[in-house]
């Protein structure tokens, strides 16, 4: 599957079963390119930039190695990366993607990069018509009846660990380094950027994106050598749903809908994992969690926090629709997509009860306003921070964490949401 955000691409690569995704690199454009130090230029010869290229993909060298991220294609023999080729070459170690200086007239391969494609669990794909029937009644023995399709649309789901910000934690990260930056903009959410040499990347949905994908879904059979079927599926939005859940790793729930559009053969793809072995977050337990908030409002003031406090002993963090959005049907004389709209959520904590701080009672402060804040990893590139930023507590439920008493407490969530990669 190949995935494009506006003009920018993240490719996954389902077999028939839809196992696994793993990122993609094309192994067949034609021609050969010519790059210069200190330019982002690329000049081709005999290429096919224009049909075989996708802005927001990355060339590499027949090695493996990243030559850049394509920010725009001028034409079938010119493009302009993102960045300036370096003035020397980096090689690839433990979850480090090599970097390649110049390169001239040499073979080149295109893909997804090491940050931004997605090895997922769970994927689904499918599509959806909605269709009507009509009879013809010339007499009463005809039975000749037509359907008809009046819209169709397709869905695609999968789940993916946290990510985690990786070998450029440290530093100032650039939009192409954050690892899913495409699938969060493309959920609603805006990914900022720290500065000061902070190495951080906050998504967060208190700023709206309006961005969107295409994605391209490839089905085969691994063991025949057919040509490969391709569905795409155009103006796709997604929502993003939260497990964390203790002794696990976190994940991500990604919901795409999107309009089905053609059907196409497309050149094989294969797999380059590289980064996507290592630069996702770790396991959350109690050894790597660093801090768990969950505190009152002052009236409308939001509550402070303060690093390396556990105040609430949790089981289980679960935030359907994270990014706080809906998207609704719009079929017009123009256009057919998915409008967005805002949307409260819920969140579900699951505490034990002895746990929790011995101040605070939740059937005490139901339809009180509660900010909640968790913090876990120790080490840099690895650490994660998820704000809520304000939650109204709606239910307490009795509940159980394996054979202790526990409560699950049910929250609206009615402000903002933070992820923090650092």
């Excluded at 997605?118 to 009879?135: K, P, R, S």
């Excluded at 709209?341 to 746990?355: C, F, R």
Aim: proline share 3%.
């Amino acid at each position: 599957m190949t995935i494009k955000f506006h003009e920018k691409a993240i490719a996954i690569f389902g077999t028939q079963q839809l196992a696994e995704g793993i990122s993609a690199i094309n192994d067949t454009p034609t021609g050969t390119i010519t790059t210069t130090v200190a330019s982002a230029a690329v000049v081709g010869v005999a290429t096919l930039f224009t049909t075989q290229m996708q802005v927001g993909t990355y060339m590499y060298t027949t090695a493996g190695a990243i030559i850049g991220r394509i920010l725009t294609i001028t034409d079938a023999t010119h493009i302009v990366l993102e960045d300036v080729v370096p003035a020397s070459a980096t090689t690839q170690s433990a979850g480090v993607q090599a970097i390649a200086t110049a390169v001239t007239g040499v073979a080149f391969k295109t893909g997804l990069g090491p940050k931004n494609a997605l090895a997922v669990l769970n994927l689904n794909y499918a599509t959806e018509l909605t269709t009507q029937a009509f009879q013809y009644t010339g007499d009463e023995l005809s039975r000749d009846e037509d359907t008809v399709v009046t819209d169709k649309f397709a869905k695609f789901d999968c789940e993916v660990f946290i990510p985690s910000l990786g070998t450029i934690a440290g530093a100032d990260p650039v939009l192409s380094e954050v690892p899913m930056v495409d699938w969060f903009t493309s959920s609603g959410m805006a990914v900022l950027l720290s500065t000061g040499s902070l190495g951080k990347a906050t998504i967060t949905n208190s700023v709206a994106s309006n961005s969107f994908l295409t994605i391209e879904v490839r089905r085969s059979s691994p063991d025949l050598t057919l040509q490969q079927k391709t569905f795409v599926m155009t103006d796709a939005r997604g929502l993003m749903d939260l497990d964390a859940t203790v002794g696990t790793r976190g994940k991500l729930k990604l919901n795409y809908l999107g309009n089905l559009a053609t059907v196409a053969d497309k050149f094989s793809l294969v797999p380059n994992f590289t980064d996507q072995k290592t630069e996702h977050a770790g396991s959350i337990k109690s050894t790597t969690i660093t801090t768990t908030q969950l505190s009152l409002y002052s009236g409308s003031t939001e509550p402070t926090y303060v690093p390396t406090t556990k105040s609430v002993c949790f089981d289980k963090i679960a935030a359907p629709n994270y990014s706080g959005y809906e998207y609704a049907r719009y079929l017009t004389g123009c256009i057919d997509g998915w409008s967005k709209g805002a949307a409260p959520s819920d969140v579900t904590l699951t505490i034990l009860e002895d746990k929790a701080a011995a101040t605070y009672n939740p059937d005490n402060n139901i339809e009180a306003l509660h900010a909640l804040y968790v913090a876990f990893g120790s080490i840099t590139g690895k650490k994660i921070e998820m704000l809520f930023h304000k939650l109204q507590l709606a239910k307490v439920t009795n509940s159980k964490v394996a054979n202790y008493a526990g409560q699950d407490l049910g929250f609206r969530n009615v402000g903002n949401t933070d992820l923090v990669l650092s």
